[in-house]
């Protein structure tokens, strides 16, 4: 151990390192066309998140990461493989959230990006809970499609730049 990585705090923050990057591999971002409408990239950003989220491959990846989210070491370790890692995938979204809503600050876009990140989340996290709620009948049908359309439609109706769901026919 000490010759590969020089002790235990550099052998976590590789197993962190490589966690995260297993966490956010998978189906790629698209490459939109210049006049591709933000909401468009926006359905796009979350049908891909749903997908890294639901189908990754090793479940002690996604406990390792979810545990140095909610309780971070107190090392760098967190901070630096979260800008490797997961800021990327940040910038896209505000960016996203930018072209979508130029009128609202930057902060406020913050906010409205955790937002939807916290509702692809949920899914992920919430399974066992959803299934002791409402069975394994209803919720077996929440596939990666199924809640990227649903994130979608219910954000882009909150944030007015689609009908509400109610209202649609």
């Known amino acids: ?6 002790g235990k705090e550099a052998l976590y923050a590789a197993a962190v390192k490589y966690a995260m990057r297993t966490c956010i591999s998978g189906a790629p971002f698209p490459l939109w066309p210049a006049k591709t409408p933000p909401a468009h990239k926006l359905r796009d950003f979350i049908r891909v998140m749903m997908a890294r989220i639901l189908e990754i491959p090793k479940a002690a ?3 390792l990461m979810m545990r140095e989210m909610t309780r971070p070491t107190p ?6 493989a979260v800008r490797e890692n997961i800021k990327p995938m940040a910038d896209i979204l505000v960016s996203i959230l930018a072209e979508l809503l130029p009128e609202v600050p930057f902060e406020r876009r913050v906010l409205i ?3 939807v990140i916290g509702q692809c989340l949920y899914y992920r996290q919430n399974r066992a809970v959803g ?3 409402f069975g394994r009948e209803i919720t077996g049908n929440f596939n990666v499609e199924l809640l990227a359309t649903h994130i979608a439609d219910f954000t ?4 007015g730049k689609e009908k509400p769901l109610a209202k649609r026919g």
């Open 131 to 133: 299934e002791a709620l």
């Open 1 to 6: 151990m000490n010759y590969y990585f020089q």
């Open 113 to 115: 990006g955790f937002s």
């Open 156 to 159: 882009l109706a909150a944030l």
């Open 61 to 63: 990846s996604m406990t």
């Open 75 to 80: 090392s760098a370790v967190t901070s630096e």
